[in-house]
Structure formats: C-alpha cells, structure tokens
Nanobody
Framework: QVQLVESGGGSVQAGGSLRLSCVLS????????LGWFREGPGMGREFVAA????????GYGDSVKGRFFISRDDAKNTVYLEMNNLKLEDTAVYYC??????????????????WGKGTPVTVSS
C-alpha cells in the first residue's frame, strides 16, 4: 500500500517562498512518477507540477511556471515543491500524488493513482 505524507505547508506573505515535501512509503520510490496538485477555496483540483519516475521530465501548470520547481530525491524517498514569489491566488491545500504507470507528462495533469492528505498553504498580503 502506497502512503504519501506531505509537510512544509504554512502561512507566508506574498512574494515569499515555501518548500513542500512529500515522503512516499510502502512501495519502491523509483517506480513512481510524482506530482503536486492543489485545491484553492471554492476551486476544483488544479495540476501544479509533476516529475517522471527517473527525474528526466517535468511538467508545470501554467499559473506556476517559472515560480515553482519540482524535484525528487530517490535516496530519501521524497519529492519536493519549491514555491517562490508566492501570490495570494496560490492559497490552497496542496496534495502530493504518485503514479506507477509510465505516461506522457501531459497525461499526469489529469490526475494520479495515489494521493496524500494534503498540506495547507496560505498566502497573505
């Protein structure tokens, strides 16, 4: 059974930075593509970023390109989301996700098979 546990959320002022972390356990970490999604207040799920199983490919949502960066550390079974120049509209619950199937990066935008419980991020002015 795959388990994903996020951490690193919190409150930050606009223009600031946060780094989210997500640890995967229960299955071999290197078998999974990993991603981050978010749900803002009254909003549906939005794709944020994804990284392929071998780290060779990444993808980003249009609203975060150039500000957010995803990375993975296979030695620590951890995926990170570095968030810079945060905006009020980045306020959301951020969910880590994992997918064991090798797909085109564009397809991961629609969702993944396993999900964490989320970590909240609040950006204030």
């Amino acid at each position: 059974q795959v388990q994903l546990v996020e951490s690193g959320g919190g409150s930050v002022q606009a223009g600031g930075s946060l780094r989210l972390s997500c640890v995967l356990s229960g299955r071999p970490f290197r078998s999974y593509a990993l991603g981050w999604f978010r749900e803002g207040p009254g909003m549906g799920r939005e794709f944020v970023a994804a990284v392929s199983w071998n780290g060779g490919d990444t993808g980003y949502g249009d609203s975060v390109k150039g500000r957010f960066f995803i990375s993975r550390d296979d030695a620590k079974n951890t995926v990170y989301l570095e968030m810079n120049n945060l905006k009020l509209e980045d306020t959301a619950v951020y969910y880590c996700a994992a997918d064991p199937v090798v797909r085109a990066m564009s397809l991961y935008r629609h969702g993944m098979d396993f999900w964490g419980k989320g970590t909240p991020v609040t950006v204030s002015s």
